[in-house]
């Protein structure tokens, strides 16, 4: 069965520095998201991505972070300066919305830790 | 913005038992899904069950069921026969029709006690 993908699985950066977390989504799909966690809270919108261009971005979503999809497989998320507050689990899901299938597939996440 | 509510930070029950997870929501749209998704200390978000609004029919799956009250905006999760692998953070999610975004509620966490 297919699935979405991260990497790495654990990042842990100091404060300042630029970060890229990974996401390989399910190769058909067309719609991509990130989220993001906090430990012990909900999960959080970031972005979506659709057509090689952003479509929606939350608050969160500052001059700080970028998306980008290089090369048609990969889907990344970087942060150029960390702060202590990017600790977080990010997700990374993909969609297709073709006919019924609407469903958000997410990958295992990567948890960033800013230190 | 769409609101999720989970008034229940925290839930318990005795394994074989039933277990109701309640959910709010505030939206103008007529046209959306549900989710819920289970989260265990993994933190994999796993989906559990979905509906979609104009279908009246209540969503199942297998010992997952939900209640969907459209006009009370009220989407409760009931997992029945609670197996000690149900323990985990659940989130009841709202997704509009346009734009696939998810918005999440805070969770409910459920243990599964043997």
């Known amino acids: 069965e297919p699935e979405v993908t991260q990497t790495p699985s654990h990042q842990v950066t100091q404060m300042g520095q630029e970060v890229i977390l990974r996401c390989v989504p399910i190769?058909?799909?067309?719609?991509f998201y990130w989220y993001r966690q906090i430990l012990g809270q909900k999960v959080e919108f970031l972005v979506s991505?659709?057509?090689?261009?952003?479509?929606?971005k939350s608050e969160i979503f500052d001059d700080q972070f970028s998306v980008e999809r290089p090369d048609g497989s990969n889907f990344t998320l970087k942060i150029r300066s960390t702060k202590l507050e990017d600790s977080a689990m990010y997700f990374c899901?993909?969609?297709?919305?073709?006919?019924?299938?609407?469903?958000?597939?997410f990958g295992p996440g990567t948890r960033l830790t800013v230190t | 913005a769409q609101t999720v509510t989970q008034s229940q930070p925290e839930m318990s029950v005795q394994e074989a038992e039933t277990v109701t997870l309640s959910c709010t929501y505030d939206?103008?749209?007529?046209?959306?899904?549900l989710f819920w998704y289970k989260q265990p200390p993994s933190r994999q978000m796993i989906l559990v069950i979905r509906?979609?609004?104009?279908?009246?029919q209540n969503a199942t799956e297998n010992r997952f069921s939900v209640n969907f009250q459209k006009a009370a905006k009220s989407f409760s999760l009931k997992i029945s026969d609670s197996q000690l692998g149900d323990t985990a953070m659940y989130f009841c999610?709202?997704?509009?029709?346009?734009?696939?975004?998810?918005?999440f509620g805070a969770g409910t966490t459920v243990t599964v006690r043997a």
């Open positions: 899901a993909s969609t297709t919305t073709s006919g019924s299938d609407y469903e958000q597939y």
């Open positions: 991505f659709y057509n090689n261009e952003i479509s929606e």
């Open positions: 509906q979609e609004a104009y279908k009246q």
């Open positions: 999610a709202f997704m509009r029709a346009n734009d696939y975004k998810l918005s």
């Open positions: 939206t103008s749209e007529s046209n959306y899904y």
């Open positions: 190769s058909n799909h067309l719609y």
